[in-house]
């Protein structure tokens, strides 16, 4: 375990009042604590380093699958290469402005001083907000199972059944104003994520079956469940024989931040979720049950806990937060829902998650990174040709580099001051 | 000191107690179902027609189809569901309540199948040819997953593996046009992640969950990628020969059996070999005494100077190479082109099957074979058109799968050092 | 084989786990490497047996010069090495695990020769008096038999030097004795032996010569002879040792813990605690004597509610309590766990946190379900202090403490609130010499305050030492309650090793429950 890695963020808040107090002077062996600016750096550094990494080996992967430049590759070596930095160049230049848009739009929507042409400037920044807002909840989702000692691999079928009882209540109940309406779909969203949380829950906590291949096992059961219940008549829209519900009332969505840009207050809710699970994990008393029973599940029954009570509960709680990832999909971008509304969100909160080091605070930055990627994405597939996918891989490498945060030094020949073990963060089949 | 203290015969497991009153319940509902809800509506005089030989099969003996009255099958499943059920609730089978478990289940099982044939014929042989067929790659991944964990790395990437090699299967065997490079080709991209694997596991002494969970996205991703990148332009890369099927003179010719397990291609009989190798290398070999003593006690190998990461590296290639071979299996053994996430959490259902199958390699194949005829029915009755949605046959197979996991794990053990990165100091 | 160690130094991060030691150990000789937990004993050996490579020194093996960069080549050269953990696989046969890494094989595809082996077992079993049966599962075994499977895997690979790491501590003084036996015919047989112990008689009845370790050097080299039980343990420590815990005599009260027909299972559903009967009272310390595996362990998670009897009562202050963590722990149990790092606390959690492990969700630490922070470091503070915890802060993780200090955290957190019954196991194993007679002084006090106590302990020093009564288990009953006055390690290594001395054995027909009336 490293330093950084135990110490949780309530305790470093309040280190300056606390450290030495003990009554007597701590032994000279000990080293003087690192300051807070050096640590933050160096907690920095591996996760700065690990996108890097991953977006070079995601440049690689475009040249390499480009056919023609091993065509031209022996003809005209030189040409190829340029081409192939080109490309890569124009991909990634087209990905970043659509994240975060681009200075030139800026410049000229500043110098018209059309408000119109402003707000649209900021269009690319306001989708990587909306397109982060999900990736905030599953990533919360998932890092509250790693801290109670859990694999959520089923944050994308929690998101899903969540998305589908928040659509429910979306269109099925009219007539409210939003500020009833758009609360009591959200709590439906949560209300279906925890219960598909509960599944895997109970079943480890009473018959010891882990986690990762029930929430698996309960993903693609999802799937086939919204498959089902989007062709049921009065969830299908009218009219359509493909699977899609109804459109969910306009009482129920998200109200815009900005008048014209979609990104919208779900955005906020994200962070409040953050500030919630952050109070919850580390100074509530079913936090403190939730940690112990991940970093050590008999101490905690020594303790009196209850290890199956812990296990249910967090499971839940990680379901809704993924259904909530569903209720800012359904209530903030597609209102309505389709088969393909979660394309591996889920996943992308295990990239986040680690990224975060399952800490809270870190979960928003996490997510606002792998948001800028998915909101870039879509225009440079347009751009460029260069498929979405390219986004699934540089996370899954970037969740490569973070989890193995040894190999990042490795590459980089970053020392490290004192030894540091591995991260883990679940068990074997028995536990 | 007046409380009242147990007679010393009455040590009972309460935990024991309540499974045994569940299962119990659980044969009575099967019962019910079966008395109650499958016979209605249904013809007194109908009958459900089992067909034994393979359609359009001329040589062979000769079996007649099975033929049973509908309602009166029915009945009789309800009542020796019933019948199980309330020994179980009375006194109990003892050590043997697995067994009667199965048979219960399969009982209940053509309870089924025989109301979903109710005045139609229904290829029973069909669904068993189809069983092996839909259990193939689930061996092969829990043959993977086997040999990893036997040394002590969980293998979760199998999943990924076995899409990678379905990928690269059909693009190299399509390029080359040589359907046995393909395979070659499979079973070396399996290797290599299967190396990086191990690299992440032993190396960086990453969560092993967490470094599978990488190689099944970092999988999808770059498959998903090349594929529409490449193979949507340019077609021909994805049209590869498929292996044909080798019918083996004689055994093929044995009713029932031959059509199940010797009418296959090259992919099922390169099974049985890895089967039997495996089991013989695994239990009989110095190989598999010190690849077990690595996975169990690998502190214990190391004092008498096994090479303990070197065997898990070794192991887990080879579990890649078993993986990306049979990834190939759903292009070139199968369906002959490559779509994007085809394997459909197969991966994980052969982790499942080596679970159920206590570690073995043949518990593993007989317990793929469970899986296998879940998905078989569930393919075979969404042909019928019955009364069922389509989405909820679908769902069959990972829903067997988590039951299985459920009822099953902590009651089989795994190797002792499973999962645990091996420190020297 | 003649073994000499030259100047070995061993560094790990922040410690110097061995310093310039100088060992040597003559053909056919028995050498004893004395020493308290943690002053660098098995170190020495990893280094010599190739699980660790030195830092500086060398190791010469009949005056040439070797280098061991893995145990493979130790065993090749002759070095055989029964660990205090034993290095045995436990799904595997007696035979498998001898034969493991030496397997005979024939065929091209090495298919394991399980019947030369075998015989070669037998052989070896038969010459050297070690009875064994090579089909057996060894976790099957009990543990002597475990060790004697092991130095049959030394004696297979033919070593001529034999390492016994603590051998005795898992063993009945009986089987002491038959291991003596062992070492003595291998001695006879030219086989060089270096014995790793802590146990000062032992020492003095079967080396040769003795060489005392303290905190990673050597202190001095004498023989059995020149020393005395007094003189070996003041060198092992570095002061004179007071080798008893200064107690007034007890006054024991109204029983608090009383349990009557206990049945147990372990954890593969084996009868562990059979039909027990035990009393503890209020202002009295009994412990529980006995061998490792004769129940202890299962009868302590039974009184703690950390496992469910099959069978009979506990009651505690004459009530029954629901058999569960928590409510055991508020009718007044305090359990300090026989495995401090599994159990006791929880490593990734900070000392404050480790403090009010099962009273975070009371007053004054919470409110509803929210924690009072200041509260918890405010009482963290004051244990600190006044536990003599030693830390640079106590918001460091408990997992980089060292063994003393954990323990203390535990016991902290155990002592400081008020108690009727405090069931400790095992509380000092591992611990160094001034940690034991801190947490000694420590449970006297707290049974001088009232609290019963339950202490279970395999070190007959320790049980001598706490005991108000001695409660010998064996094979999951209390065989006999011996008041210290007439307790001698003879007396208890025959009632631990399940042998009833005849004055004794009427008494405890009669009724091994009555606790008899030793105050009067």
Redesign the interface.
């Known amino acids: 375990m490293t330093d950084e890695q135990h110490v949780d963020p309530v305790i470093e808040a309040d280190l300056p009042t606390g450290a030495g107090s003990a009554g007597e002077p701590p032994p000279p062996a000990a080293a003087a604590p690192p300051s807070r600016l050096a640590t933050a750096v160096r907690g920095l550094l591996v996760p700065v380093l690990a996108v890097l990494s991953a977006l070079v080996i995601g440049a690689i992967i475009i040249v390499l699958s480009d056919l023609t430049f091993f065509e031209r590759l022996s003809a005209d070596p030189g040409g190829a290469l340029g081409d192939a930095l080109g490309s890569v160049w124009s991909a990634y230049g087209a990905l970043i402005s659509g994240a975060l848009g681009s200075p030139g739009a800026y410049v000229e929507a500043f110098a018209s001083g059309d408000s119109d042409q402003i707000i649209s400037a900021f269009n690319p920044i306001s989708e990587t907000l909306l397109a982060a807002t999900p990736l905030i909840f599953t990533g919360l989702a998932v890092a509250l199972g790693f801290q109670c000692g859990l694999f959520n691999i089923g944050a994308e079928g929690q998101l899903y059944v969540g998305a589908v009882a928040a659509t429910f209540v979306g269109f099925a109940v009219t007539g409210l104003p939003w500020f009833i309406h758009l609360p009591l779909a959200v709590a439906a969203g949560f209300a279906g994520g925890a219960i598909w949380g509960f599944v895997p829950g109970i079943l480890k906590a009473k018959t010891g079956a882990h986690e990762v291949i029930v929430t698996i096992m309960l993903n693609y059961t999802a799937y086939r469940f919204v498959e089902f219940i989007l062709k049921l008549p009065g969830y299908q829209r009218e009219g359509r024989s493909d699977p899609i519900s109804k459109v969910t009332e306009a009482s129920s969505w998200y109200p815009p931040l900005i008048e014209g840009l979609r990104a919208n207050w779900g955005f906020f809710l994200g962070l409040a979720a953050v500030f919630a699970v952050s109070w919850l994990l580390f100074r509530s008393t079913k936090g403190f049950e939730f940690r112990a029973v991940g970093f050590n599940p008999s101490a905690a029954r020594y303790a009196g806990m209850s290890i199956a009570g812990s296990t249910i509960l967090a499971m839940m709680i990680s379901g809704g937060l993924a259904g909530l990832a569903g209720t800012g999909i359904v209530l903030g971008i597609t209102r309505s829902l389709t088969s393909g509304v979660s394309a591996g969100l889920g996943f992308d909160g295990i990239a986040i998650a680690l990224m975060a080091r399952a800490r809270p605070r870190g979960i928003i930055f996490a997510a606002l990174l792998f948001g800028a990627l998915r909101a870039g994405a879509t225009p440079m597939q347009s751009a460029t040709g260069i498929p979405i996918d390219l986004v699934v891989v540089v996370q899954a490498l970037v969740i490569m580099f973070v989890a193995a945060p040894a190999l990042v030094r490795g590459i980089y020949r970053i020392r490290v001051p004192e030894a540091t073990g591995t991260e883990v963060f679940s068990k074997g089949w028995g536990s | 000191?007046t409380?009242?203290?147990?007679?010393?015969g009455?040590?009972?497991?309460?935990g024991a107690v309540r499974r045994q009153r569940i299962i119990g319940i659980f044969y009575l509902l099967l019962a019910a179902i079966a008395a109650f809800v499958l016979t209605s509506g249904i013809a007194p005089e109908a009958t459900s027609t089992f067909a034994l030989k393979p359609a359009g099969s001329k040589t062979g003996l000769d079996i007649p189809n099975l033929v049973v009255p509908s309602v009166v099958t029915l009945y009789a499943v309800a009542a020796l569901c019933g019948f199980l059920g309330a020994i179980q609730l009375v006194r109990g089978f003892g050590t043997r309540w697995a067994v009667v478990l199965g048979i219960a289940v399969a009982v209940f099982v053509f309870g089924f199948l025989t109301w979903a044939a109710v005045g139609k014929s229904m290829s029973l042989i069909g669904i068993l040819q189809l069983t092996v067929v839909k259990a193939l790659p689930i061996t092969f991944g829990a043959l993977s997953g086997l040999l990893c964990e036997r040394a002590g790395v969980?293998n979760?990437a199998i999943e990924g593996m076995l899409l990678t090699g379905a990928f690269t299967g059909a693009v190299v065997g399509s390029a080359t046009g040589n359907n046995i490079v393909g395979l070659v080709a499979a079973g070396f991209v399996g290797a290599a992640l299967g190396t990086l694997l191990a690299v992440?596991a032993i190396r960086?002494?990453?969560?092993q969950?967490?470094?599978g969970?990488?190689?099944n996205?970092?999988a999808?991703?770059?498959t998903?990628?090349?594929s529409?990148?490449?193979l949507q332009l340019?077609r021909e890369l994805n049209e590869p020969q498929r292996f044909p099927q080798i019918p083996i003179p004689v055994l093929s010719e044995i009713p029932i059996i031959g059509p199940m397990f010797f009418s296959g291609n090259i992919f099922l009989y390169a099974l049985f070999v890895l089967i039997g190798l495996i089991h013989?290398?695994l239990f009989?070999?110095?190989?598999g005494?010190?690849v077990?003593?690595v996975g169990?006690?690998p502190?214990?190998?190391?004092?008498?100077?096994?090479?303990v990461l070197g065997t898990r590296y070794r192991n887990v290639i080879l579990g890649g190479i078993v993986a990306g071979v049979g990834g190939a299996y759903f292009t070139l053994g199968s369906t002959g082109s490559f779509v994007q996430d085809m394997t459909?959490?197969r991966g994980?259902i052969g982790?499942?099957a080596m679970?159920f199958g206590a570690w073995t390699p043949v518990g593993a194949f007989l317990a793929s074979l469970v899986f296998g005829f879940a998905d078989a029915v569930q393919a075979r009755l969404s042909i019928l058109n019955i009364a069922l949605?389509s989405?909820?046959l679908?769902?069959v197979p990972?829903?067997v799968?988590?039951v299985v996991?459920?009822?099953l794990?902590?009651r089989v053990?795994?190797p002792?050092a499973?999962?645990?990165?091996y420190e020297?100091? | 084989m003649r073994l000499e160690l030259r100047g070995i130094t061993k560094r790990f991060p922040g410690v110097i786990a061995n310093q310039d030691v100088d060992l040597v150990v003559e053909p056919g000789e028995i050498h004893a490497l004395l020493g308290e937990n943690g002053a660098g004993k098995t170190t020495l050996m990893n280094v010599l047996y190739g699980l660790y490579q030195p830092d500086e020194g060398e190791i010469r093996i009949d005056d040439r010069v070797v280098m061991f960069h893995d145990p493979g080549q130790a065993i090749a050269a002759g070095i055989g090495m029964v660990h205090q953990h034993f290095m045995l696989v436990p799904v595997f046969t007696v035979t498998e695990n001898v034969m493991l890494g030496v397997e005979s094989v024939r065929g091209p595809l090495g298919q394991l020769d399980r019947p030369t082996a075998r015989k070669r077992i037998i052989e070896i079993s038969e010459r050297h008096n070690l009875k064994i049966d090579p089909d057996a599962t060894v976790e099957d075994l009990p543990v002597g038999v475990r060790q004697r499977v092991e130095i049959i895997k030394t004696l297979y690979r033919r070593s001529d030097l034999l390492v016994l790491d603590e051998p005795t501590a898992v063993l009945t003084p009986q089987e002491d004795e038959e291991l003596f036996e062992i070492m003595r015919s291998l001695k006879a047989g030219g086989t060089s032996i270096v014995f790793i112990t802590h146990k000062l008689n032992e020492v003095l009845e079967i080396a040769d010569r003795i060489t005392v370790l303290r905190r990673g050097r050597v202190v001095g080299s004498t023989t059995p002879a020149e020393a005395t039980r007094e003189s070996l343990a003041s060198m092992m420590v570095g002061r004179p040792v007071e080798l008893v815990v200064e107690k007034t005599p007890a006054h024991p009260g109204a029983p608090v813990l009383e349990v009557h027909g206990l049945v147990v299972r372990d954890d593969r559903g084996h009868v562990a605690v059979d039909g027990l009967d035990l009393q503890v009272r209020a202002g009295e310390i009994v412990v529980i004597a006995g061998v490792q595996g004769n129940g202890q362990t299962e009868l302590v998670d039974a009184i703690t509610g950390l496992r469910h009897p099959v069978a009979g009562t506990i009651r505690i202050g004459g009530a029954t309590v629901r058999p569960e963590p928590r409510p055991i722990f508020e009718a007044g149990v305090a359990h300090v766990p026989e495995d401090r790092l599994e159990d006791g606390c929880v490593p990734g959690f900070t000392i404050v946190d480790n403090l009010v492990l099962n009273t975070y969700y009371r007053a004054p630490f919470s409110r509803g379900i929210r924690l009072d922070r200041e509260a918890i470091e405010r009482s963290a503070t004051e244990l600190v202090a006044n536990f003599d915890i030693r830390t640079p802060s106590m918001f460091v993780d408990i997992g980089d403490l060292s063994g003393g200090n954990q323990q203390k955290v535990i016991v902290a957190r155990e002592f400081s609130r008020p108690v009727r019954l405090l069931v400790a196991a095992q509380p000092t194993r591992g611990l160094d010499v001034g940690s034991v007679e801190y947490i000694h002084r420590r449970i006297v006090a707290k049974r001088d305050e009232g609290a019963a106590i339950l202490i279970v302990s395999t070190e007959l020093d320790e049980v001598l030492a706490l005991a108000d009564r001695i409660a010998v288990m064996y094979q999951g009953r209390i065989v006999d309650i011996v008041e210290p006055e007439r307790a001698t390690p003879q007396l208890l290594g025959m009632l631990m090793g399940g042998s009833l001395p005849l004055e004794s054995a009427a008494a405890a027909s009669v009724s091994p429950a009555a606790p008899g009336d030793p105050g009067t």
Not at chain 2, 10 to 14: E, G, H, M, N
Not at chain 2, 418 to 421: A, E, K, N, Q, S
């Open positions: 000191m409380a009242a203290v147990a007679a010393p009455a040590i009972v497991d309460r969980v979760i992440l960086y002494r990453m969560d969950i967490i470094a969970t990488v190689i996205i970092f999808a991703g770059i998903g990628f090349v529409t990148r490449v340019h013989y290398g009989y070999t110095r190989w005494l010190r077990r003593a169990e006690h502190r214990a190998a190391d004092t008498v100077g096994i090479n459909a959490g994980f982790l499942a679970i949605p989405e909820f679908l769902m990972y829903l799968t988590i996991v459920a009822g794990v902590g053990r795994a002792a499973d999962g645990r990165p020297k100091e």
